[in-house]
């Protein structure tokens, strides 16, 4: 599996952006579907994961601000982030896994991309 990740860039505290992640290859082995992010001098963070059924984790950090989703017919997920902050910048980095998403909270994925970068700007 391979996963492109795109959408980031700058933005003014509170406004949006969405960004997409594109995924090819082994498409039937994928089950959960996430984003993380990582700022410098900090931890990586889960910040969100949806299942192939539609179930869903969220960081609390985040909860209420940003949505994930995913289009099966084009093999994309999405993390739409309103209300942005400036503690929000960070590499944004797409995974995914054929684990279920209960495994994957605590155990990880298995297929990164190469993050795409978001600076929220005060």
């Known amino acids: 599996v391979q996963l492109v990740e795109s959408g980031g860039g700058l933005v003014q505290a509170g406004g949006s952006l969405r960004l997409s992640c594109a995924a090819s290859?082994?498409?039937?082995?994928?089950?959960?579907m996430g984003w993380y992010r990582q700022a410098p001098g900090k931890e990586r963070e889960l910040v969100a994961a949806?299942?192939?059924?539609?179930?869903?984790y969220y960081a609390n950090s985040v909860k209420g601000r940003f949505t994930a989703s995913r289009d099966n017919a084009k093999n994309t997920l999405y993390l739409q982030m309103n209300s942005l902050k400036p503690e929000d910048t960070a590499m944004y980095y797409c995974?995914?896994?054929?684990?279920?998403?209960?495994?994957?909270?605590?155990?990880?994925?298995?297929?990164w991309g190469q993050g795409t970068q978001v600076t929220v700007s005060s």
């Open positions: 290859g082994m498409i039937s082995s994928i089950n959960t």
């Open positions: 949806i299942s192939s059924g539609s179930s869903s």
């Open positions: 995974a995914a896994g054929a684990d279920p998403i209960v495994v994957v909270i605590t155990e990880g994925f298995v297929t």
